[in-house]
């Protein structure tokens, strides 16, 4: 999912003017939910061979979502093994390792970081300026703002999205034009609109959010909850409540999950009826298995709990990684409520 490359899911945003801050306290529905699940050591274990394994898969795409993982956990002492990846072969997992030096934030990784400004791949160069500013100097910004006006799409794509994530609402204007701009590819546009969403910017809820909650296409719908998760106001929350009741099952997964990033528990009963009914380790993992997978963690009940003990057991990595990752989200005592490094 989650989850972070050069190419992968887009989440975004609303914001009303007038808005409050959506609090995080829990709901009626969450207290009402099975008490909150511990973590035995051996699960968190299990969880955290997984993930070290995984950082040097042969399969850069399994290295890559545990970077997310270490990010999303903040599992700093493998954050060395996470820089060793800074040299990757391959751009996406260079992309990411980058960006979890930033976001960790890693200190000891901002040298090797440095080096990657030079890299010859422009989307490197934008991981690294974003790296380096989160580390403390805020010089390199403009190298990510210049990548909002690139001809390359999936540079452009990249820089909007890491706009919204440096956290300054005084670049609104370059998404705003970005949106506006012709020559931009609908993934920059997503990309924009889920930063506007980061930035609270008051244009997101109405114009950019609400229109995709009501699109007849799934993967709309599910950028849009992802949105409106990132806005954080009572009325986005109150939004994606309704998608509960959405007719595609992955869509009301995603929404049962980025409710409980923001605090409120009440899509549990849809995800235990979907685990209920899944084949525990019997099949590959697709988006609805991800979503429920990483639901658990983020809710932390009893009743979702004792479904990770197979699925960290699964024969696909996949499976085993999200597994893991909800293992660690409750073994770290509170639910995890970021998006990882949230790179695409």
Sequence with gaps: MNHRLLLGMIALLPAFLGCQTLQTTPSKSAEAAPVQASITPQLKEAAVEIIRKGLQDQNGYIRNACIEVVVTTHQEEMMTLVTRLLRDSLVPVRFSAALAVGDMPYRPGRAAVETLLADPNPNIQLAAAYSLVKLGNPQHQEIVLRGAQSPDPTVRSNAALLIGKLGNPANRGVLHQLLQDLESSDKARLAAVESLAMLKDPTAY?????????????????????????????????????????????????????LAR??????RDEVLRYLSRAPAVGTEVDIADTFATLAIGRIGSADLVSYLPKRLQSPYPLQQIYAAQAVLMLSAGKPATGSGTGAR
């Excluded at 923001?262 to 899509?267: A, V």
């Design 262 to 267: 923001i605090g409120e528990k009440s899509g």
């Design 206 to 258: 109405k114009n950019r959010l609400w229109p995709l909650l009501i699109s007849k296409h799934p993967d709309d719908r599910i950028i849009g909850i992802r949105g409106m998760a990132e806005l954080g106001t009572s009325e986005s929350r109150d939004a994606i409540l309704t998608m509960l009741g959405d007719d595609m099952v992955e869509v009301r997964l995603c929404a049962a999950e980025q």
